[in-house]
């Protein structure tokens, strides 16, 4: 039985940065996936797939309603939507690829096939030709990652009630199409197809959209969107989805308890995600979940079951790649007896839209719900050079720091390269910075990074071009 000192079941963000991590600290590393290419759910139909479509569709949607105002005339603004998906195919085609040859590099051995853990050091490959071969493990890490969340009332088909997967591939641009869920796979999705053409309704439970960021941001996205002629129908319930032939009924409660009806050719139910161990831990194993599905452990990773960790979209946390990296990179350095940590209070989050929004830290509206003493700085890119230069005037950075010692505590951005622009808040973050260090610092000028200085200079109402 062919020996390794850790091996990894499920090869996204979170496994085959474990795998790359524990190779490189001279662990002999085995890496097992089910499905026929590396780089899970993120690089085959994820994160990758869907910012692709994203800058297609923008590029589409510029052409046609703005590329004139610049003085770029085009004669007739059609849609290849084949070259569009193919376009998208082939990007996630070179990552996958990539990944691939990262494992020959660092000597990771792939397997293709269904994990198993026979037992603690033993993992079984069911291979697709229904051969199975056994690997002895002295650490197993369970990578498998999340699934998403059905309504009990609305399976998906694969057709008419889809999820994210199908949502990446239509083969035509549907004429109505109901998005249950404004989170960011419903407004991603959303924008990509309302920008191709699409009448889309947003249909979320909450009162607003995206509510894990702050009040501003979310009315301010909820606005673009509009623009974009996207439709949001808030604190609105989904009670009952009926498929006849091509076509669905939505129905739902709205506000004021009205019902609101909906046909659509296209429903994509995107209303969060659930971790998922794929099979990987039969009952036997007895390994411990929370009360969310989530795979319990300690700070080192461990699981209850010996030699065996979890980390990812599996475990607590966001369910976001970079976190899931992060959780590879960490557990790997604790196995080979160093000290991995994630600090897991600036993992940024970010929506892809057009303006994106990203947000670090604590927001206002949850410094204030929680009486913590804060203040706040804003900056509107309307008075900011670049913007005005660049279409990109909507929008706006918030710096929030401690009242008393000026820490900085958290942000939240809404513009077109929002999700570049947090990533200095991060750092500056993790080296336990001010609002006055953010303030102090040069910029370039004419840039879109200029509204986090002001932002910052605003905490202490000293903003230069406000
Ligand atoms: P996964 O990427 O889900 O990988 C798990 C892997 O395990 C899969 O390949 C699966 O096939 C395999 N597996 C499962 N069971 C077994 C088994 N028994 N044997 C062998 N293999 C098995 N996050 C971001 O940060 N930014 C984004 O822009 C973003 N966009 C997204 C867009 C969409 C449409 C979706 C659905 C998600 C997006 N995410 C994004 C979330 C991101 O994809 C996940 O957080 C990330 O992939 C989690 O990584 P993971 O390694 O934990 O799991
Ligand atoms: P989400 O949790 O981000 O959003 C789901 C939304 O659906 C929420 O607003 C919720 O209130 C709403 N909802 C839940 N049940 C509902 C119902 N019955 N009717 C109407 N609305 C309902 O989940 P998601 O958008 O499906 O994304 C899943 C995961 O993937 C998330 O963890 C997300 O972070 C990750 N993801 C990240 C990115 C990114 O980083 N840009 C992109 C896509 C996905």
Request: proline content about 3%.
């Amino acid at each position: 039985m062919p020996s390794f000192d850790v091996v990894i079941i499920g090869a996204g963000p979170g496994g085959y940065v474990a795998a790359i991590r524990s190779a490189q600290l001279g662990l002999k590393t085995a890496l097992i996936e089910r499905e026929n290419a590396l780089g899970g759910t993120c690089l085959r139909v994820g994160c990758i797939p869907s910012k692709a479509l994203l800058n297609s569709s923008h590029h589409y949607a510029f052409a046609k309603h703005e590329a004139a105002a610049h003085g770029v005339l085009l004669d007739k603004v059609g849609l290849d939507l084949g070259t569009m998906l193919k376009r998208k195919d082939k990007t996630v085609g070179q990552l996958t690829g990539g990944v691939a040859f990262l494992m020959k590099k660092n000597k990771v051995t792939t397997f293709f096939g269904h994990g198993v853990i026979e037992k603690a050091g033993q993992v079984s490959v069911r291979k697709a030709d229904g051969s199975i071969e056994s690997l002895e493990a002295k650490h197993i890490i369970l990578a498998t990652g999340s699934v998403p969340i059905d309504l009990p009332f609305a399976k998906p088909d694969g057709k008419v009630i889809v999820t994210s997967t199908e949502a990446l591939s239509f083969e035509k641009v549907p004429e109505n199409f109901v998005v249950i869920g404004a989170g960011a796979i419903g407004l991603e999705l959303g924008s990509v197809w309302a920008r191709l053409g699409a009448q889309v309704d947003v249909v979320e439970f909450l009162p607003r959209i995206v509510a894990g960021f702050d009040a501003d941001i979310s009315a301010a996205l909820q606005k673009s969107l509009q623009a974009e002629g996207m439709r949001f129908h808030l604190d609105t319930k989904v009670k009952e989805i009926r498929v006849t032939g091509s076509r669905a009924h939505v129905v739902a409660t709205g506000k004021d308890g009205q019902e609101l009806s909906f046909v659509a050719d296209r429903v994509l139910v995107a209303v969060g995600r659930k971790p998922s161990h794929g099979g990987a831990a039969p009952e036997a194993l007895g390994l411990a979940v929370d009360e969310k599905g989530r795979v319990k452990v300690d700070h080192h990773f461990r699981t209850n079951v010996p030699g065996v960790y979890a980390i990812g979209d599996l475990i607590a946390g966001p369910m976001l790649a970079h976190k899931a990296e992060e959780d590879g990179v960490a557990c790997a350095e604790l196995i080979a007896g160093k000290a991995g940590h994630v600090n897991y209070d600036l993992v940024p989050s970010i929506v892809y839209t057009h303006p994106e929004a990203a947000s670090v830290g604590l927001g206002e509206d949850a410094a204030k719900a929680a009486g913590r003493a804060v203040k706040t700085g804003k900056f509107l890119y309307r008075a900011n050079g670049r913007a005005l230069a660049s279409d990109s005037a909507d929008g706006f950075v918030k710096i929030i720091a401690d009242a008393k010692t000026d820490r900085l505590l958290g942000a939240q951005i809404i513009s077109p390269a929002a999700s570049e622009l947090i990533a200095e808040v991060v750092s500056v973050m993790e080296f336990h910075g001010s609002a006055e260090d953010l303030a102090r610092t040069v910029h370039g000028h004419p840039t879109l990074s200029e509204a986090t200085k002001e932002a910052a200079l605003a905490v202490d109402g000293r903003a230069i071009h406000a």
